[in-house]
């Protein structure tokens, strides 16, 4: 499995803008790592972006999207100033219900909203809205269950998983067969490196991304969290990469 990512570095507009180029049965994903929670990844000519927000720089180099996924209505997941600077004229959105109530200015015949726990397609790939949220469930949850989706992509032979803020929750930990995950883990928004090094370990994916792991005090510890990881489980390939690049 170690072999099966390649990084690449592309110069792009005086700025080097990185490619993790994952190998599957019907061609490659490519992952860009972009800033916070953000991300894009291309497949078979398409594009998706996750997330987009930091503005439109962050996508230089890049393909308009055919796919946008968002999580959640706070700024860091649904950025209209982003969306705005951003060609999504051809784009199809997926978004949790909460989003689309929020997405004035977007065509609503490109919008799909999909429930927890529910499944679509888009041109072959499916994609299955998981839970997100804080625990314990309550009235002062910043993110109460329901509202954001996390997200299952299945490409090819590969399960992408991008956990959306969420602490480490059943549904998280219950996860099987996960090829590459995008964990989150910043508090007081989401989880510690011990919550997340404990849900991780629980369901073994492949490969792991901590990412979205700015809070209140900083950057969370990542490389603690790795330690932890691989301390219990050196078959758990934790992928440190960098998501703040103006830090």
Avoid at 160 to 165: F, Q, T, V
Avoid at 190 to 216: E, W
Wanted: aromatic content about 8%; hydrophobic content about 40%; overall charge negative.
């Amino acid at each position: 499995m170690k072999n099966l990512l390649i990084i690449v570095f592309t110069l792009l507009s005086s700025s080097l803008l990185a490619q993790e180029v994952i190998s599957t049965t019907k061609g490659n994903i490519t992952i860009h790592p972009i800033v916070h929670g953000t991300l894009a990844i291309e497949y078979d000519g398409m594009t998706i972006y996750v997330d987009p927000y930091g503005g439109a720089e962050g996508f230089e180099g890049l393909n308009d999207a055919d796919l946008i996924l968002i999580t959640d209505i706070h700024g860091d997941h649904l950025n209209k100033e982003t969306l705005e600077a951003l060609n999504t004229s051809k784009s199809h959105f997926i978004v949790p219900q909460a989003v689309a109530d929020q997405l004035g200015g977007i065509d609503n015949a490109k919008i799909e909203t999909l429930d927890n726990d529910k499944s679509t397609t888009f041109k072959g790939i499916e994609i299955t809205a998981l839970p997100m949220y804080n625990l314990p469930e309550n009235e002062e949850s910043r993110h109460p269950k329901g509202r954001g989706n996390g997200y299952l992509l299945n490409i090819a032979d590969k399960v992408i998983y991008i956990s959306g803020d969420t602490e480490d929750i059943p549904e998280m930990r219950a996860l099987q067969n996960i090829d590459i995950a995008f964990v989150c883990m910043n508090i007081p928004y989401t989880m510690t490196i011990n919550q997340a090094s404990d849900a991780v370990l629980a369901f073994k994916p492949t490969i792991v991304y901590p990412f979205h792991f700015r809070g209140q005090g900083g950057l969370a510890d990542v490389e603690k969290f790795k330690s932890i990881v691989n301390a219990k489980n050196e078959n758990i390939e934790v992928r440190i990469r960098n998501w703040y690049p103006k830090n």
